[in-house]
């Protein structure tokens, strides 16, 4: 007898196949269409280890050393080899309570139970010595070495800058770096990042779901070694930077020396400082947020950032400028009423009608006024006139980053004619209109960097290297673009008259400086004032010294203090002196400049 | 008539027969499947569990060691089956059934709880899962029962009766927490089907199925709205029978009312997790932490295969634990791994080509009780395999079942030789009737 339903036999035999068929056509797209499960494969049993070289070290131009690693210890935790702990026990170890503890372990949890996170960071070395000790006891848990920058000479906190944890925009950006690793954020720390971290070396690991370790990933074909961080030697001399913070105790401002004949940055003083030690470990952060809300704002580096009129220094600037455009001569001379003087007064009674070198130990503002009026009439069209003038301007390095190694450098700002067109109308202005640039004052806006840098320019008699703190990297000597000769427009031989006027400042019977000479030095310098529109005026001094062999340029700008001779002038001296000789004589102007509180609340 | 007495004769010779060897009438093609099967099995739980401190496949403390334990006590199994007369498995099938679902019940309150499914007898060191059991009684007292001359699969007294023999069981089972070995007792539906149970019934049961998914997927007033709109559709074409309106009306208010319950049922049936696993199968939730990680992982083992895969011993995500339950349910991830898509072909070729040669044996049995249990061993095997391998590249839900021969463990290899080898048994003497 013929079952009825046996055909149906063909049905459940089609069903059958059609699984087989389905399940077929799905593997070969998993298997052999799909790529991306490989690569996740890969990542599910490829762990990285990184081996951390130790960041170079930072010595100043005496191989004093400046910055060095310390080692600290991260407390690690793999949550889920943690057994049987006595978490009373440990929170004890490491100082803290219980609840911290279960808060924390959580947290981790909810991140990853099989990685390591970090628990605690950055614990002492006496803490994990006791803790190695004991940590047998609490499985899952392990201290993993790190270094710390420290500083043995709590300066140039600025310029060395300082090193945190890489944020975000970093990781995405360079894929070098990985979350919780370390990278200069500011300062030489940022600027020479690349040579300092050296290299991480990366082992590959094969790791099972627990994340133990299985072997290494095809015998270590793909690992690198690691390189260590490279030594920095850099131009400052810690001691004369520490000096010049020392001087700069409670005063705004900044203190650029360098050395005339390299452009070796000396000392680079940003003040108010801070100890480069609080932006450093488990307190950076706290620290950090206390030196941003201090209204004297620490975290400024002003001789790089900070912009002022130069003030009466820049009448050099005008009398070179005069004198290669031959509108006048050393010997010119001018008039000057005093204070009754117009337009622009003099602030000093002096004999008359004076000569450059005269106007200039006095600082005769009427002079300068008629030398400036000179230059702009020397061609038909203004625009002309003030065009050459500010490409002389430029050829100082005004108006334009150095672009070498500083980090966070400012350009100032050197008006173009283009520039009063727009205020005044083209037809609408004469050097009457922008009498103030003959003094240094207005639209004009320099850093101290670039003053200190017109002193190393006028030290060298019409060149200068462009500004720059390494001295060499691993003993090799840095780029040569650090050392390659930038020649103003102006004629050598015209400074010459420029640097009698600036040695009258202390030689001179009526000098603005004349009370800070110093005794066995031939110091130059010329006095400055930069008006302050918000509050009291700042005062600015430029020098080199010693006269006939320039051995250091320094520009000082003390905010809110008045007169350039009044402050500026007296720490410039005495930086060169300290430099020059080793110490100083005066101690009583030492002092002084020590203990005057000039920081107010405008 | 006559045709009784021809049986008798033949019956008697092949007896006579049968003295000279067990082996004779053997289906040696089956055999043949069912070791290669196992012993892929075993060598994929060697590599799924493999680690340098126990190198040994004979190593006892080790799965793949202990696999070889319970591969050595089948060959015992298989002999005993074997050298019992086919006579008995249809004699004791009901009795056998009783005491299965004894044990079932038993296990309710003695058994040992494992992972949340109290479904082990713990004798000593020895653990016997009585579910495992029951499939294997359940398919013979089906067959006996379906097989008997008064059996009429169109009247509702056989219906209700089938549904207690296979619902009793079943039920047991999931009240042992045991969701996955419950849902295998469905699979009987096939072996209902090749003996009459109306087409539509099984149809029916495909459009409920595919309803519960669309239910789950889309909002309950769209669907609602769209049956609405094909059985307007519907009417205005053929208005003019209204007994066929006033069905589709009824039809339309059921399947309404369905989906409206499949929501509640979702909600209120099912345990939290078991929603969560529909819920990633249906692509409604990527949880690669939680119930996904299973599933991604298996996919991951297995996609980074490739065409020929990564060699024996040599698939990183089984060995290194990223697969859970690697060396049972998710077995088939090793074999992808190592072996990859060619390796994944052999094993499916082997498990369609046994598929078939059991209907094959099946349809070759005189005896209509043999022929029930044939379509029920095939059942199983096909519930399990779908299910298993689908699971494992994500085409069926996270249901914890083993692959069969393939997966590790004492308690299934043995049923599943137990339910295989009685149909060897029977297909032996098919030409009596049993």
Redesign the interface.
């Known amino acids: 007898m013929k079952n ?3 055909n ?2 063909y ?3 089609g ?3 059609l ?2 068929l ?3 056509i ?3 797209f ?3 269409i ?1 790529k ?3 690569l ?3 990542n ?2 490829i762990r990285l280890i990184y081996q951390f070289p130790a960041r170079g070290l930072i010595f100043d131009r005496h191989d004093k050393l400046m910055v060095y690693n310390e080692a600290v210890y991260d407390l690690m935790v793999i949550p889920n080899r943690m057994q049987d702990i006595d978490t009373l026990e440990l929170c004890e170890l490491i100082g803290i309570d219980k609840e911290t503890f279960v808060g924390q372990i959580e947290k981790i949890k909810h991140y990853s139970v099989r990685k390591a996170s970090v628990f605690q960071k950055q614990i002492s070395k006496e803490t994990t010595a006791y803790l190695e000790e004991k940590l047998f006891k609490f499985p899952g848990f392990y201290v993993q070495p790190r270094t710390l920058r420290k500083y043995p000479l709590p300066v140039a906190a600025h310029t060395v800058g300082y090193v945190g944890e890489a944020n975000r925009q970093l990781l995405e950006k360079d894929c070098y770096y990985k979350s919780g690793d370390y990278v200069g954020i500011s300062g030489l720390e940022k600027t020479y990042e690349q040579v300092l971290r050296g290299r991480k070396g990366i082992k590959r690991v ?5 994340n133990r370790e ?1 072997g290494s990933f095809q015998d270590g074909k793909y690992d690198t070694a690691m390189i260590k961080g490279v030594n920095l030697k850099i131009t400052l001399d810690a001691e004369l930077q520490e000096y010049g913070e020392l001087l700069m105790t409670n005063k705004k401002g900044s203190i650029i020396a360098l050395e005339p004949s390299t452009g070796e940055i000396l000392a680079l003083v940003s003040s108010p400082h801070y100890d480069p030690n609080l932006l450093v470990g488990r307190v950076r952060g706290k620290n950090y947020k206390k030196l941003q809300h201090d209204p004297l704002e620490p975290l400024f580096n002003r001789p790089l950032t900070a912009t002022y009129p130069p003030g009466s220094v820049f009448k050099l600037v005008n009398s070179l400028i005069a004198l290669q455009e031959n509108v006048v001569t050393q010997h010119t001379k001018y008039s000057c009423e005093g204070p009754e003087t117009r337009p622009i007064k003099c602030s000093h009674y002096h004999k008359s009608p004076l000569n450059m070198i005269e106007a200039i130990e006095v600082s005769c503002n009427p002079y300068f006024w008629k030398t400036f009026t000179a230059i702009m009439k020397n061609e038909d069209d203004i625009h002309d006139s003030f065009e050459k003038w500010r490409n002389h301007t430029l050829s100082f390095g005004f108006g334009s980053k150095f672009n070498s190694d500083l980090f966070s450098e400012v350009s100032g700002f050197i008006p173009e004619p283009g520039y009063f067109d727009k205020y005044f109308g083209e037809k609408g202005w004469r050097p009457m209109t922008i009498r103030s640039l003959s003094i240094g004052q207005g639209e004009i806006l320099v850093t101290p960097l670039q003053l200190a840098n017109l002193s190393a320019i006028i030290a060298n008699r019409g060149y200068y290297y462009v500004p720059h703190l390494v001295k060499s990297i691993d003993n090799h000597k840095t780029e040569k673009n650090n050392r390659e000769k930038n020649h103003t427009t102006i004629k050598p031989n015209y400074f010459d008259v420029i640097i009698e006027g600036m040695y009258q400042v202390f030689e001179g019977e009526e000098g603005t400086a004349r009370w800070y000479k110093l005794d066995n030095i031939a110091v130059c310098g010329k006095t400055g004032t930069a008006e302050n529109p918000h509050g009291k005026d700042h005062s600015v001094f430029i020098a080199f010294a010693p006269k006939d062999d320039p051995q250091i340029a320094i520009a000082v700008v003390v905010e809110n203090s008045g007169f350039g001779a009044t402050w500026a002038a007296p720490i410039s001296t005495l930086m060169i002196e300290k430099y020059l000789t080793g110490t100083v004589k005066k101690k009583w102007v030492e002092e002084q400049m020590i203990n005057v509180i000039l920081i107010s609340d405008n | 008539m006559g045709g009784r007495a021809n049986d008798q004769c033949y019956f008697n010779f092949r007896q006579l027969r049968q003295r000279k060897g067990i082996f004779d009438n053997i289906d040696w093609v089956i055999i043949a499947l069912y070791f290669t099967l196992v012993l892929i099995g075993w060598l994929n739980i060697y590599a799924a569990v493999y680690n340098e401190s126990h190198r040994s496949i004979f190593d006892i403390t080790q799965n793949y060691g202990r696999q070889l334990i319970w591969i050595t006590t089948s060959l015992i199994i298989i002999f005993t089956i074997l050298m019992i007369d086919a006579k008995f498995y249809n004699a004791f099938s009901i009795p056998l059934y009783i005491i299965s679902v004894f044990l079932l019940v038993v296990v309710l309150f003695l058994g040992k709880e494992v992972a949340g499914a109290r479904s082990w007898f713990q004798l000593g060191s020895f653990a016997f899962q009585p579910s495992e059991l029951a499939k294997v009684t359940t398919a013979l007292a089906l067959a006996r029962y379906v097989s008997s001359s008064s059996f009429n699969i169109k009247k509702k007294k056989a219906k209700i009766y089938i549904a207690l023999l296979i619902g009793a069981p079943m039920i047991l089972i999931y009240l042992q927490n045991d969701t996955g070995s419950a849902l295998v007792y469905f699979s009987f539906l096939l072996v209902l089907f090749r003996e009459g149970l109306s087409g539509k019934i099984m149809i029916t049961g495909v459009i409920i199925i595919m309803l519960s998914v669309i239910a789950l997927l889309v909002n309950k007033f769209i669907i609602t709205g769209f049956l609405a709109l094909i059985i307007i559709f519907t009417i205005m074409i053929i208005r003019r029978r209204k007994a066929i309106v006033i069905k589709l009306i009824g039809l339309f208010i059921v399947a309404t009312g369905f989906v409206f319950s499949v929501e509640y049922a979702f909600e209120n049936i099912l345990e939290p997790h078991q929603q969560t696993r529909v819920n990633v199968l249906l692509g409604k939730e990527v949880d690669l932490r939680g119930a996904g990680y299973n599933v991604n992982q298996s996919k991951i083992a297995i996609g980074s295969g490739g065409f020929t895969g990564k060699g024996f011993l040599n698939g990183t995500q089984t060995k290194y634990d990223f697969v859970p339950e690697q060396s049972t349910d998710f077995i088939f991830c090793t074999v992808g791994e190592e072996w990859g898509f060619l390796g994944s072909l052999v094993v499916i070729a082997l498990y369609i080509g046994l598929l078939l040669r059991i209907i094959m044996i099946a349809e070759r049995q005189r005896s209509i009780f043999s022929r029930i249990y044939g379509y029920g061993v095939a059942s199983i095997f096909f519930f399990h395999f779908a299910i298993n391998i689908g699971m494992t590249i994500g085409l069926a839900p996270v249901i914890g079942i083993p692959l069969p021969f393939l997966s590790y463990g004492g308690s299934s290899l043995w049923a599943f030789t137990i339910l295989l080898f009685i149909l060897i048994r029977l297909d032996e003497s098919r030409q009596e009737l049993v």
């Open positions: 009825p339903y046996s149906r036999k049905i459940i035999k069903v059958f196949l699984v087989g389905v399940f077929v799905k593997l070969f998993i298997q052999i799909d991306t499960y490989i996740s494969a890969q599910n049993v094969l790791v099972d779901v627990f299985k």
